[in-house]
């Protein structure tokens, strides 16, 4: 099995910036895809970003494009989205995602972290 846990959440005014990670244990030769989800009040979950392990392509929504930063620690098993100029739209809760291909729908994914609230507020 594997656990993703995810931390870094947080509130911060516009302009601002964040860093979630999200730290994989257990038999990780079991996914080589990582990446985050989000959801806001009354919306359906977006694909925000995914990381492929072997090849370190990454996908961004065009939403996050040139202001969200995906990168992963191979030795560590932890991925990392650095979050910068964040704008009132970047609210939702953040869920870390993890399994051996990238092009899934977030109920596809075998693994799943707990979430982590993102905030952009003045």
């Known amino acids: 099995q594997v656990q993703l846990v995810e931390s870094g959440g947080g509130s911060v005014q516009p302009g601002g910036s964040l860093r979630l990670s999200c730290g994989a244990s257990g038999d990780t030769s079991r996914f080589q895809c990582m990446g985050w989800f989000r959801q806001s009040s009354g919306n359906v979950r977006e694909r925000v970003t995914t990381i492929y392990r072997p090849s370190d392509y990454a996908y961004y929504a065009n939403s996050v494009k040139g202001r969200f930063t995906i990168s992963l620690d191979k030795a560590r098993n932890t991925a990392y989205l650095e979050m910068t100029n964040m704008k009132p739209e970047d609210t939702a809760i953040y869920y870390c995602?993890?399994?051996?291909?990238?092009?899934?729908?977030?109920?596809?994914?075998?693994?799943r972290g707990q979430g982590t609230q993102v905030t952009v507020s003045s």
């Open positions: 995602v993890a399994d051996r291909m990238c092009y899934l729908q977030f109920g596809e994914f075998q693994f």
